[in-house]
């Protein structure tokens, strides 16, 4: 893939990225990049090439996940999930949050109308809508009591009494067979909605895995 704009030093580490499979090309000068915060030396180089970066990296309690370059304008947008699971945007150059369609909260969207002009099928947009609901789906997960769902299915099927106001004890935990049911679907239910967002993010990045998304810091 040939690409307009960044130097030759950029423009040879955007070539090994889509290599490893962490690049996505939208054009030819608008590219999304999937960061693997345990590459140091990948890190270190994207640094190098773009040094306002490494404050963005270095300040940020939440890390990005995702990396926008516009090589035409040389500029980068930073986007991920960080308390409770909400999604953040941050303009690398100034390191200041930017409003992205009222995803994360309210403001002007023109800085984000002109970095992603080029962007006429709203791609970024779709990573980002899976990406947010994505962090709903977890968020929604840490609602739940913490139980092995595999055993309540096994206790819910297999006791005898099928009143549904029976009393079940999994691992100390006294409910209702209705309860413990209610639960159990639940966690199915979200299930679901993580493997529907995860669909999304995987059409750009097909080796993204959920447990990536999971901030350091809840």
Do not use: W
Not at 129 to 137: C, D, F, I, K, S
Not at 143 to 154: G, N, R
Not at 158 to 167: N, Y
């Amino acid at each position: 893939m040939n690409y307009v704009g960044g130097t030759l030093k950029a423009v040879a580490l955007l070539h090994r990225l889509e290599q490893k499979g962490h690049l996505f090309n939208l054009h030819s000068h608008l590219l999304l990049v999937k960061l693997d915060h345990y590459d140091k030396s990948l890190l270190s180089e994207l640094c190098e090439i773009y040094p306002p970066l490494r404050q963005v990296l270095n300040d940020q309690l939440h890390k990005p996940h995702f990396l926008v370059f516009n090589l035409e304008l040389k500029k980068i947008l930073c986007f991920g999930l960080g308390r409770k699971f909400n999604l953040f945007v941050i303009n690398a150059e100034t390191n200041s949050k930017v409003c992205f369609y009222g995803l994360n909260g309210s403001g002007s969207n023109k800085e984000i109308n002109e970095f992603l002009k080029s962007d006429a099928n709203f791609q970024v947009h779709k990573l980002i809508t899976g990406l947010v609901r994505l962090g709903q789906a977890l968020e929604d997960f840490t609602e739940l009591p913490s139980i092995d769902c595999d055993a309540a299915e096994v206790l819910i099927d297999d006791t005898s009494d099928q009143d549904e106001s029976f009393i079940i004890d999994l691992d100390g935990v006294r409910m209702t067979r209705a309860a413990l049911s209610k639960i159990v679907k639940q966690y199915a239910m979200n299930d679901k909605y993580v493997a529907d967002a995860m669909r999304e993010i995987r059409f750009f990045f097909p080796s993204a895995e959920a447990v990536e998304f999971n901030p350091e810091d809840y």
